[in-house]
C-alpha cells in the first residue's frame, strides 16, 4: 500500500527508496514514514468535507506522532493540531504551526499549561472539567483574553475497540457526563460566562473504531441536547467536534471502512439533524489521529538470536522491541511482518518474533509465515506510524530509534537516534565524599 513496493533487487521499497540501504546508513530500529501516503491520507479527509459543502476542520492528534518535522507536514497540508501537553504545545509552536489552528485537549491541564496557551492565545481550548473552567476565568481575567472553548462531553457511548482505548463511555475520566447534568450545567456557566467563547461541543467515543454507527450514535445523543440548549439558553454551538478513532488496517482480521466514508455519514447525520432543529449546520471538527499516520509507518528492525522450543515455537529475536512498540505487550495488537531484504522469497517457517528486553512479554508479534530467517535479514513490520514512536521509552535503557521521512526518492533523517550521552542527559551522580 502507499508508495511500498518490491524493488528489482527484492528489496522493501518506501517513497522510492530502498529499505536496506535506509537500514545500513541510519541503522536500526528505525522508523521509516511515507510522507507521499500521509498526505494522501490528510487530503482525503479534507477533499471529503469539501465534496460535501462543509466548513470543517481536521485536526491532527498528535499524540499519535509528533515531532517538528511531522508538525510542519501537518501544517503544509493545511490541517489543524491536536495537542495535549505544554510539551506537545511547545513543540507545534516551535515547528512555526499556526497558533489559531491549534487545539489543547486534557483531562488535568495545569495552571502553568493553560497559561501558556493563552499568551500564545491558541485557537481553542477542549475544556474538561469544573476544575478547568475555573483556572481558565482566572486567567482569562489576568490576560484580558475571552477564551475560545469547546465543552468535551461523554455521550455515554461505547465504541467496539480494546477496553484501555475507550474514552466515550460514561465511566471514564474524560468529560462532562450527559446523562447526569453535568454537561448542561457547564454549558450553561461556560455561554454566560463573560471569560470564556463557547465556540462549540466535543466527543471522542474510542479510537481503532471500524463501524460508523458509534459516530452517528453519538452524533444523535448530541443533537438531543443541542435540542434542549436551544430551547432553554438560547445556545446553538457553531462547532461540533467529534474527535479521532478511525480504524485503521493493522492485519488481515481488520475491516475498517475508507477514511472518507466515516466522514460522509457523520455529515450526512449532522447535516439531518440540524435541518430537523433549523439550526445552521455547525462546523465540523474531527481529530484523526492513527488513521493519518498508522500506515505510513514501518519499523526496521535487524534479526539477531534465535530459539527453538521443538513441537513448541521458534523465536526469532531483534534489535528493539516494546522499547520502540509497547502496543503488542500492552493491547495485544497485532501486526504483519516481512523480510524487507528477501521480500519475494517464499515463507517457510512459523517463527514469534521476540523484542530485546529483560522481558517475557517483550514480544512484537507470534506465529507468522515468513520465509527462512537468518540473523542479520532486516524485518519489517507494517503499520507502526500511529504509537509506536509516540510510546516508546527507555526501558533497559534502550536508546529511542531513528526516524526518516521518504518521499519521492529522497530520505530525510527527522528525528536522529538516541545516543548514550542522552541517556544521562539530566542526571546527576551522587556528590562525592570528602
Ligand atoms: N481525540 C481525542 C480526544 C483522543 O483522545 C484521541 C486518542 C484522538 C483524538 C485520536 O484518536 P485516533 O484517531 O488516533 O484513534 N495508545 C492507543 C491509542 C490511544 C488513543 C487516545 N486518544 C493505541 O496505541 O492504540
Known amino acids: 500500500h502507499g508508495t511500498s513496493k518490491v524493488n528489482n533487487q527484492n528489496h522493501l521499497e518506501i517513497g522510492g527508496v530502498d529499505t536496506i540501504e535506509l537500514a545500513k546508513k541510519y541503522g536500526t530500529p528505525l522508523y521509516v514514514y511515507d510522507v507521499a501516503l500521509i498526505r494522501q491520507r490528510a487530503r482525503q479527509f479534507k477533499e471529503t468535507f469539501a465534496e460535501e459543502g462543509v466548513e470543517a476542520q481536521v485536526a491532527y ?68 472539567n469544573f476544575h478547568e473552567i475555573a483556572l481558565l476565568e482566572e486567567l482569562s481575567k489576568k490576560h484580558s483574553w475571552k477564551v475560545p472553548v469547546l465543552l468535551r462531553v461523554t455521550p455515554g457511548i ?24 453535568q454537561g448542561d450545567k457547564a454549558v450553561a456557566h461556560a455561554f454566560h460566562s463573560p471569560y470564556l467563547d ?19 450514535m453519538a452524533t444523535r445523543k448530541l443533537f438531543e441536547k443541542i435540542a434542549s440548549w436551544k430551547d432553554e439558553l438560547s445556545f446553538v454551538p457553531r462547532v461540533l467536534n467529534l474527535g479521532g478513532g478511525f480504524g485503521i488496517r493493522y492485519t488481515s482480521e481488520d475491516t475498517p471502512l475508507p477514511p472518507s466514508q466515516y466522514v460522509r455519514e457523520m455529515v450526512t447525520e449532522i447535516k439531518s439533524q440540524a435541518e430537523k432543529l433549523t439550526i445552521e449546520i455547525p462546523e465540523i471538527w474531527i481529530e484523526p489521529g ?72 517483550d514480544m512484537l508479534l507470534w506465529d507468522i509465515e515468513l520465509p527462512k530467517v537468518e540473523s542479520s535479514d532486516i524485518l519489517a513490520v507494517f503499520c507502526t506510524g500511529a504509537y509506536g514512536y509516540a510510546m516508546a521509552s527507555n526501558y533497559n535503557r534502550m536508546l529511542k530509534p531513528a526516524v526518516v521521512f521518504v518521499e519521492n526518492g529522497e530520505a530525510q533523517l527527522v528525528i536522529k537516534r538516541e545516543t548514550f550521552e542522552d541517556l544521562v542527559r539530566n542526571e546527576v551522580g551522587l556528590k562525592s565524599k570528602v
Open 158 to 181: 461505547e465504541a467496539h475497540t480494546h477496553d484501555y482505548i475507550l474514552t466515550g463511555q460514561e465511566d471514564s475520566k474524560f468529560g462532562f457526563d450527559l446523562k447526569n447534568g
Open 198 to 216: 463557547l465556540l462549540g461541543i466535543h466527543c471522542h467515543i474510542g479510537s481503532q473504531i471500524f463501524e460508523v454507527t458509534g459516530f452517528v
Open 61 to 128: 492528534a498528535s499524540k499519535a506522532f509528533s515531532s517538528l518535522a511531522m508538525f510542519q507536514l501537518v501544517n503544509e497540508e493545511g490541517l489543524s493540531l491536536d495537542v495535549v501537553s505544554a510539551g506537545e504545545l511547545y513543540t507545534a509552536l516551535l515547528a512555526g504551526f499556526p497558533k489559531e489552528r491549534i487545539h489543547f485537549h486534557g483531562n488535568n491541564k495545569s495552571y502553568e499549561e493553560l497559561e501558556y496557551a493563552i499568551k500564545e492565545k491558541i485557537g481553542c481550548i477542549v475544556v474538561d
Open 290 to 361: 492513527r488513521s493519518l499516520v498508522g500506515d505510513a509507518g514501518t519499523t526496521l528492525y535487524t534479526v539477531g538470536s534465535r530459539k527453538h522450543i521443538p513441537n513448541v515455537r521458534d523465536y526469532v529475536a531483534v534489535d528493539g522491541g516494546m522499547s520502540d512498540n509497547i502496543r503488542p505487550a500492552l493491547y495485544e495488537a497485532k501486526y504483519e511482518a516481512a523480510l524487507a531484504n528477501r521480500m519475494n522469497a517464499p515463507h517457510e517457517e512459523k517463527v514469534s518474533i521476540a523484542g530485546k528486553c529483560c522481558e517475557s512479554g
